[in-house]
């Protein structure tokens, strides 16, 4: 068996597993899957994101992404406009692609504002701390990467 034919199968049972109900095990599974295409991926350098066409994550997906996004304070889309995601980024002092930002951002609030407020710290720090969390994450293969994947692959 070929090394493409065996990618494909692969990416088969990556989504088999990502039709059945949401569980830590089936978690596990999606993210075996992912990093053996991964893999095997790099082993004939390959670019990752082209051979599995997780294509760089754009301004578009990010828009995409937020304007379907059903918060927990009962509203929908983007909580902050990109402008006002960059600035607090900038004013910080992060560099991280605008687009990644935003998403990471809204995406972070869309999903955790109701703890948040529950717990007393719905702030803007606090969001702006929790996305750092996010994009930084030492598992992941970078901030682009992870949310490409985490859009393409959870939010679509």
């Keep these: 068996m070929g090394k493409e034919h065996y990618i494909e199968r692969l990416k ?62 009962e509203t929908t889309g983007p909580h902050w406009p990109m402008a006002q995601t960059t600035a607090i980024m900038v004013s910080r002092g992060y560099h991280y692609d605008p687009a990644v930002w935003y998403a990471a951002m809204n995406m972070i609030y869309s999903d955790y504002h109701k703890t948040a407020k529950k717990h007393g710290i719905d702030t803007q720090d606090y969001y702006t701390d929790m996305t750092v969390a996010f994009l930084d994450d030492k598992d992941a293969k970078g901030p682009e990467e992870k949310t490409s994947a985490y859009y393409h692959y959870v939010a679509s």
């Design 12 to 73: 088969e049972q990556l989504h088999e597993t990502m039709e059945r109900p949401v569980t830590l095990g089936h978690a596990e599974e999606v993210t075996v899957y992912a990093d053996a295409i991964c893999a095997l991926h790099k082993l004939s350098d390959d670019h990752f994101r082209e051979s599995t066409k997780m294509m760089e994550f754009t301004e578009n997906d990010a828009k995409a992404w937020t304007a379907r996004m059903e918060n927990t304070d």
